[in-house]
């Protein structure tokens, strides 16, 4: 099976800018979830989707948003970009039912660089 | 509310030495526990999970980890460590089978072998 897949790998933007990144999961996964690594704030968790609705969503400003599409194919977008959004995004995908997910396996992220 | 505390940023070991990454977590239900390694321009690989079967996991690559509850640790150890071994490990603990309610990972230990 093909593993999670994030494009861009990198990116680089501008303040002020929005950039929207995309996340195939594994066949048969419905529930994708985004995390944020940073160097200062580690892994932090940003939301979860399981057969296009949000479930659950981190402790992150409005500015980050998402959406699963009904091949459970996701896509989190930021707006008005801030020289602290720079960071690896990491997506990941796990089977499931609409009660719990399974073990979260995680893409190779999308490095975004703001200037 | 949960947490994770990975005990040292850096740790170093001789190769054939015994590595031993220290995680403690806290929960407030019964958790589910998770090591990750991270390689350098990569995302996360699971190494391991602990979902409330048996208390010692055996993983990939070698690795291993006990889950004890009196202490609220999920230790991860490996007999004897080689090069391939370096890189980054993450403890992650969530209270239901992986995903909607987000992982709450620790700070993450860089593993350094040395030959």
């Known amino acids: 099976k093909a593993g999670v897949t994030q494009t861009p790998r990198y990116l680089i933007k501008t303040r002020g800018q929005q950039v929207t990144l995309s996340c195939s999961p594994i066949?048969?996964?419905?529930?994708v979830s985004w995390y944020q690594q940073t160097p200062g704030q580690g892994l932090q968790f940003l939301f979860e989707?399981?057969?296009?609705?949000?479930?659950n969503k981190g402790n992150f400003p409005g500015r980050f948003s998402g959406r699963q599409f009904s091949n459970s194919r996701s896509e989190m977008n930021v707006s008005t970009l801030e020289l602290g959004d720079s960071a690896l995004y990491l997506c990941?995908?796990?089977?499931?039912?609409?009660?719990?997910?399974?073990?979260?396996?995680f893409g190779p992220g999308t490095r975004l660089t703001v200037l | 509310a949960q947490s994770v505390t990975q005990l040292g940023s850096h740790v170093s070991v001789s190769e054939g030495a015994l590595v031993l990454l220290r995680c403690n977590y806290s929960?407030?239900?019964?958790?589910?526990l998770f090591w990750y390694v991270q390689y350098p321009n990569q995302g996360l690989q699971l190494l391991l999970k602990?979902?409330?079967?048996?208390?010692l996991v055996k993983g990939i690559n070698g690795f291993e980890a006990e889950f004890k509850k009196s202490e609220t640790s999920f230790h991860l150890t490996k007999p004897s460590a080689h090069m391939s071994d370096a890189a980054e490990y993450f403890c992650?603990?969530?209270?239901?089978?992986?995903?909607?309610?987000?992982?709450?990972f620790g700070k993450g230990t860089h593993l350094i072998i040395q030959p």
């Open positions: 990941a995908s796990s089977s499931g039912t609409s009660e719990t997910t399974d073990t979260q396996y």
């Open positions: 929960s407030s239900v019964p958790p589910y």
């Open positions: 602990y979902t409330s079967a048996a208390t």
């Open positions: 989707y399981f057969s296009e609705t949000q479930r």
């Open positions: 066949s048969g996964h419905r529930s």
């Open positions: 992650a603990v969530t209270s239901k089978g992986g995903g909607a309610d987000g992982l709450t």
